[in-house]
């Protein structure tokens, strides 16, 4: 079956600091990747996300790369600001197109940023 | 233009119980999934509804059931409540010709004593 692995938190940043999160998935054929972002309180974000090979998603400063032969889509932002914190996580839908879409996320990464 | 609106807020009910949990989706939205956050974890897909119909199913118990209405709005209802029911749920509305970009409410957080 499907499923996501991403890295275990929480990670602890300063303030302008460089930020990379791992993920990496398990799916047959060609999944859409995404990262999602739940602020305290509040329901999931999309930030980014990519639907074929060697694309990059990017957004509000975050990027990733859908990395097939790694099976990879790993989170990177240069510098990370305290309103960046947040639980982040990494996604998969197993289609892209039209169709019916089953998200399955890891399990998420709680990063907290302070000044 | 409202995003995605969840109902309530928060509940609190007891084993053996049912809920109901209501979900309105962002304007222009057919298509409602839901999703199960326990607390720590990812969110985990229960089912999604589009045209009134269950399109697709989780692994989850027959415990759990929905509805869709005609003005796309959906329900979420689960019978015999176990504490392992406690969780954050989540609705998430898209259109069906993009349902890989999802929308998701703030949630309803369901504990069950």
């Known amino acids: 079956g499907n499923s996501v692995t991403q890295m275990e938190g929480p990670v602890t940043l300063s303030e302008e600091a460089f930020l990379t999160i791992n993920c990496t998935y398990t799916a047959t054929g060609y999944p859409s990747l995404f990262w999602y972002v739940q602020y305290p309180g509040e329901g999931l974000q999309l930030l980014l996300k990519a639907t074929k090979a060697d694309d990059k998603g990017s957004n509000k400063g975050f990027e990733a790369t859908y990395r097939k032969e790694t099976t990879s889509f790993h989170l990177e932002k240069g510098s990370v600001q305290v309103s960046d914190s947040a639980v982040y996580f990494c996604?998969?839908?197993?289609?892209?197109?039209?169709?019916?879409?089953?998200?399955?996320f890891g399990k998420g990464t709680k990063l907290s940023v302070i000044p | 233009d409202a995003g995605v609106t969840q109902s309530p807020t928060h509940l609190i009910k007891t084993r053996g119980q049912q809920v109901t949990l209501r979900c309105s989706p962002k304007?222009?939205?057919?298509?409602v999934s839901w999703y199960q956050q326990a607390l720590g974890q990812g969110p985990q897909f229960i089912f999604q509804?589009?045209?009134?119909?269950?399109?697709q199913r989780g692994n989850f118990p027959d415990r759990f059931s929905g509805h869709q209405f005609p003005n796309y709005s959906s329900e979420l209802n689960v019978n015999a409540l176990l504490l392992g029911d406690s969780a954050l749920y989540l609705c998430?509305?898209?259109?069906?010709?993009?349902?890989?970009?999802?929308?998701f409410g703030p949630g309803t957080r369901l504990t069950v004593l």
């Open positions: 998430a509305s898209s259109f069906l010709s993009m349902a890989d970009e999802q929308f």
């Open positions: 996604a998969l839908s197993p289609y892209s197109g039209a169709g019916s879409y089953q998200l399955t």
């Open positions: 304007s222009g939205h057919d298509t």
């Open positions: 509804y589009y045209e009134e119909e269950e399109r």
